[in-house]
């Protein structure tokens, strides 16, 4: 069993880590870390939760509990001053260490990175397209991975020109703290564009991708799942080279010729759907992924990570189907 600890445990991804690795064969939790609810007991946070797990502590004593893997599910800032132990497996929730350029990460995030030498240590990881390459891990974001489940496995197929990605996601995106953008009264029979044009996850997917697209999200008047609708002019079979590159993949699933993606069936697993469709009238290529922000957008992702990088089984612990309806 390897040892494990999950900062910033009373989020919404920090939340969904614990139950995904609380079902884990292979991982056992010694430390929650919550500074809201540091000495509180675990039921603090779910009565579902019993004795058993080690009560809150900070997220300082958190990371410095000796355990063998850390799930860091913090924000932005607080994660850039992450000092990670040595030879432990840290998966970083946030978007401190997805981009390796220091002056790009400041003009994105608005800040500059307090430890920018350190930035190169970490390895951009999803799993399907970049397996972890060392111990330290910047798990991509929501968007970021069904915009490049969508459009990796095609960069040396399309015109790198004009690419749109058109993405939507539930609120629970947004994390749990409050905001007025998130409140009720704003998201319910409502549908509504934000950051376009300057959302950190674009820099991110032209990172990955070599080439910049046209990335605007919306938010969706639902709790969890996002879906991303590509827009690419192909100069191969698409369809042919996303079927090749997740032939093998337990968590991707290329959909049938004429079966569209849906939140539905994605919701509360680890999945991702992807679908492929002719646009007739201009013969441009659609290629659509749906997935759950919380689950492979999140710490879904996160466990395949920690799992490749502990040389564990890639999909133990994870959310492979969901409920039948």
Known sequence: MATTAILGASGYSGQE???????????????????????????????????????????EEALAAGAEVVFACLGHERAALLEPPADTVVVDLSGAHRLHDAELYAA??????????????????LPELFPPAGPLVANPGCYATAALLALAPLAGAIDPEGVVVDAKSGVSGAGRELKPSSHAGFVLENLSPYRVGRH???????????????????LLPVRRGLLATCYVTPRGDVRALLEEA?????????????????????????????GVFEDRATGRAVVVC??????????????????????????????LTGVLV
């Open 17 to 59: 880590v614990l139950d995904r690795v609380l079902r884990h064969p292979g991982l056992e939790v010694v430390a929650l870390g919550s500074d809201s609810l540091a000495g509180a007991p675990a039921s603090a946070l779910d009565i579902r939760l019993d004795g058993s797990l080690p009560s809150f502590v900070t997220n």
């Open 108 to 125: 994105w995030y608005g800040f500059e990175h307090p430890r920018p030498d350190a930035l190169r240590d970490w390895c951009y990881a």
């Open 200 to 218: 950190q996850h674009a820099p991110e997917i032209a990172q990955a991708l070599g080439f910049p697209v046209c990335f605007v999200p919306h």
């Open 246 to 274: 997740y032939a093998g993949s337990a968590v991707v699933r290329v959909l049938p010729d004429g079966v569209v993606p849906e939140l539905a069936r994605v919701q509360h697993t680890d999945c991702a759907e992807i």
């Open 290 to 319: 749906a997935l759950d922000n919380l689950g492979k957008g999140a710490a879904g992702q996160a466990l395949q990570n920690a799992n490749l990088a502990l040389g564990l089984e890639e999909t133990a612990g994870l959310r």
